[in-house]
């Protein structure tokens, strides 16, 4: 047998030097975390794993703050959640309504249309969310199957208020769909009180567990429009039915689905446990000073935020606006070489135009917040020796 040789780039040892992870995501991993990941792999139907898979349901329906047997999760980063809601909530044809003022809303614009739907939307500006007014006429005038809603939105640190809209949705027959990715224990989220059909969060940001894997939930009302399709979910590997048989959600026996990452979810279970030992309300708490610490700090040097109503900004992620003249990619890049810290910079509405910072997983504490501001302060002296902290210097 010949083969062509080994690559010589493999004869090198893996090094992954530390980060301090203060973008929108992925954050830092705790200890435990990473060391969960460490187990053994286990087979798709060892008791172990499903034993770690009832734990993780309970947890997600902890902070979920639901009753809900049909939760669980997606393999897959938090687009896997998106995909598999539109998938199995749309068929050919049927209405959606989305409410467009951030990149993640233009995504489910994107998947849906692709699904066939018959795609509504409803445009804003990225830095103020949609009133419960505005979307109830909207919600009459297009009489959708399911409104699609991002709680917060990372591309702009956006907080779009939830309570009455689900009341609204029913009131007309519609489902509500929430993308909760950047917001779930940073902010009150109440799934069965506020009446929401179908959310999905990322385990990569504020819970602090790695990318791959998508906690989801579905009520009964969204289940039963899934089980009474006309036809079958487009994708198998987003079928709610076979992945939550598999989950243990529906009483039936279990069936293999997929194989799933079970280290992943080792280390998910781990970051809910930390969560649940915390408590939601100290680590929303938590955060909440965090954010404020922040935006106090920021201030000071002259910088705003690109959410300037304080009642509409999302506490895990803040976009810092860009000042005039200073070139954001020479800053991020000093911060990350000098600092190991990541400056990220914008995506969708704020590319260009701002910085955004997570506080998020294990960066969610005052020291990682004034250390934060401490390096951006050095990283903008440094690529910019001329700048002055001022608040009359402009913006992008």
Request: glycine share 8%; aromatic share 8%.
């Amino acid at each position: 047998m010949k083969f062509t040789p080994p690559p010589a780039s493999l004869r090198n040892p893996l090094i992954i030097p530390e980060k301090i992870m203060m973008g929108p995501g992925p954050s830092n991993c705790s200890k435990r975390v990473l060391t969960a990941m460490t187990n053994t792999v286990l087979s798709n139907f060892h008791a172990e794993l499903f034993r770690t898979m009832d734990e993780v349901k309970d947890g997600l329906r902890y902070i979920f703050q639901t009753e809900n047997r049909a939760t669980m999760c997606v393999s897959g980063s938090a687009h896997a959640g998106m995909e598999a809601m539109l998938s199995n909530l749309l068929e050919e044809g049927d209405r959606v309504l989305i409410a467009v003022n951030g990149i993640w809303a233009e995504r489910a614009v994107e998947m849906s249309t692709r699904y066939g739907a018959d795609v509504r939307t409803i445009e804003g500006p990225a830095d103020r969310p949609f009133s419960l007014e505005t979307l109830t006429r909207a919600i009459e005038l297009h009489q959708p199957k399911c409104l699609f809603l991002t709680h917060g939105d990372s591309s702009s640190g956006l907080l779009q208020p939830l309570e009455g809209v689900g009341q609204v949705c029913h009131q007309h027959d519609c489902l509500l769909i929430v993308d909760a990715v950047a917001s779930l224990c940073g902010v009150p989220f109440y799934m069965d009180k506020w009446e929401i059909d179908a959310v999905y969060t990322g385990a990569q940001k504020v819970l602090g567990a790695p990318p791959g894997i998508t906690p989801i939930s579905i009520s009964p009302k969204a289940l039963d429009v899934i089980r009474n399709r006309r036809t079958k979910s487009k994708v198998f590997y987003w079928d709610l039915l076979l992945l939550g048989n598999y989950w243990g959600c529906y009483d039936e026996p279990k069936r293999y689905h997929h194989t799933v990452a079970s280290n992943l979810i080792f280390a998910l279970r781990e970051a809910l446990a930390q969560i649940a030992e915390e408590g939601l309300e100290t680590q929303i708490k938590r955060r909440t000073e965090c954010a404020q610490i922040l935006y106090d700090g920021l201030g000071k040097m002259g910088l705003e935020i690109f959410v300037k109503d304080p009642r509409h900004r999302l506490p895990t992620v803040t976009g810092i606006m860009i000042p005039k003249g200073v070139d954001w990619w020479k800053v991020s890049q000093h911060a990350m070489n000098h600092f190991s810290l990541e400056v990220q910079g914008g995506l969708g509405p704020t590319f260009g135009k701002a910085w955004r910072v997570g506080i998020m997983g294990e960066c969610s504490t005052i020291q990682k917040i004034h250390f934060y501001l401490y390096v951006l302060k050095q990283s903008l002296q440094a690529t910019h020796p001329d700048y002055v902290f001022e608040a009359t210097n402009g913006f992008h």
